[in-house]
């Protein structure tokens, strides 16, 4: 579901006096902004899950992603989810040209690549982590299967108290599919 048509729900359902706690995996950062005021006040006081520590973290890890996309891209504020994957998917491309060695070739990068099981994304997953490894595939949903919450209030996002993240785990047994 489109992010407008999530916020269009939610500002539905306020209109007809039901004041929903939303939550929204999308959304967060430069994505709200970029889509105008009428989804900012609809986001108001709506949840966001986010797979990397948010910039209001102030961390060095995302103090790091923001100069660098200030340096590099002129992008300022809050980034979007897309910026965010680029970043960590060129700093993973280069952990794994590191692992491969000084004369890497496409089977050495892979071979480095799977050999790879404790990534962190430049530091933007906390102390958590995710790998690359055949039979780590598929097995969380986010490093260690854990997000962080943030709430948007006023034209602001929030860091929410003691989901700094909240990590789950799986539940052995059980699937989920996407059919």
Not at 48 to 71: G, I, R
């Amino acid at each position: 579901m489109r992010r407008n048509t999530s916020f269009a729900i939610v500002e539905g359902a306020r209109q007809q006096g039901l004041n929903l706690k939303a939550l929204f995996s999308v959304g967060y950062g430069a994505d709200l902004y970029q889509a105008g005021p009428g989804a900012a006040q609809a986001a108001q006081g709506a949840y966001f899950t986010v797979s990397y520590e948010p910039v209001e973290m102030a961390t060095p890890a995302t103090q790091h992603l923001q100069n660098a996309l200030k340096t590099y891209a002129g992008v300022t504020g809050d980034p979007s989810l897309n910026e965010y994957i680029g970043y960590a998917a060129v700093d993973g491309f280069v952990t794994g040209l590191k692992a491969a060695g000084p004369h890497p070739t496409r089977v050495s990068l892979i071979d480095a690549m799977l050999g790879i099981r404790h990534y962190d994304a430049a530091g933007l997953f906390g102390s958590h982590s995710i790998g690359f490894a055949m039979d780590q595939r598929g097995q969380v949903a986010g490093a260690d299967n854990c997000v962080w919450l943030v709430q948007f209030v006023g034209s602001t996002f929030h860091l929410v108290s003691g989901a700094d993240p909240i990590c789950g785990s799986n539940i052995p047994g059980q699937t989920v599919s996407g059919n």
